[in-house]
């Protein structure tokens, strides 16, 4: 049976003052990148989803006002929202119907003002995707040199006991060494998730808004044909 003298519970007690502020810090990083971790990756995950369903069901359409009423549904797509900030720029950019409430014919003069929106639409949603990502990064950089610092921090208490005590036995150099130890090992245990789940969303975040640029030059693209479709009818 393992003495208590040698349980990782009673090496952080018996640890120093800066140690255990060093694990106190170490323990927020971990907590709130967890939190994070967690947070991002429903997010991310639904938000990836529901584009791809929007995507489908954008093409399935038959006019953009039906895009427009599908678009509504999907909260959480990043696609439906860029969609809906270009279609209702498009309306406000001089749409116009006939008599007998046909499609909006819309006018090169809305192109621009409908470019200019959907670029802002996407850099909008890509810092929202982003958002509590870049912490991530933070604690993964951090947390080896931060719990590094408790360590050496804890070995020096260690050999400044040496000199007090004058004895240099295994039995008394051990315990302080293992304790400072510790600080490392939690370190490295904030900071490798971290890492991996920062990588994992930016991955995520950099397909998504590619899809969004795909699909804002779609869209343009559309609104051209459609605009060339009834100059000539």
């Not at 938000?47 to 427009?68: G, H, I, K, N």
């Not at 116009?96 to 959907?118: I, K, M, Q, W």
């Not at 490295?188 to 991996?196: D, E, H, R």
Request: hydrophobic share 50%.
């Amino acid at each position: 049976m393992i003495p208590e003298s040698n349980g990782i519970f009673h090496m952080l007690y018996s640890a120093g003052p800066v140690v255990k502020l060093v694990l106190l810090l170490l323990l927020f990083f971990s907590i709130t990148s967890w939190a994070i971790i967690f947070i991002k990756y429903r997010y991310v995950r639904r938000a990836y989803r529901e584009s791809v369903d929007f995507t489908d069901l954008f093409w399935q359409c038959r006019s953009l006002a039906d895009a427009f009423s599908k678009a509504k549904v999907l909260k959480t797509s990043p696609v439906a929202r860029v969609f809906i900030t270009g279609y209702l720029e498009l309306k406000k950019g001089g749409a116009a119907r006939d008599d007998e409430g046909s499609p909006p014919a819309y006018t090169f003069n809305a192109l621009g003002g409908v470019n200019r929106a959907l670029r802002r639409s996407i850099n909008v949603e890509v810092r929202r995707l982003a958002q509590l990502v870049p912490f991530l990064a933070t604690a993964g950089n951090t947390a080896p040199f931060i719990g590094l610092f408790g360590t050496v921090w804890g070995i020096m208490n260690t050999f400044h006991g040496i000199g007090i005590t004058g004895s240099a036995s295994l039995a008394v150099v051990a315990p302080g060494i293992s304790e400072a130890l510790v600080a490392t090992a939690a370190g490295l245990a904030v900071a490798i998730p971290s890492v991996i789940s920062y990588n994992y969303f930016t991955d995520r975040i950099r397909v998504l808004d590619s899809e969004l640029q795909s699909f804002a030059a779609d869209l343009m693209n559309i609104i051209e044909r459609d605009i060339h479709r009834k100059k000539e009818a």
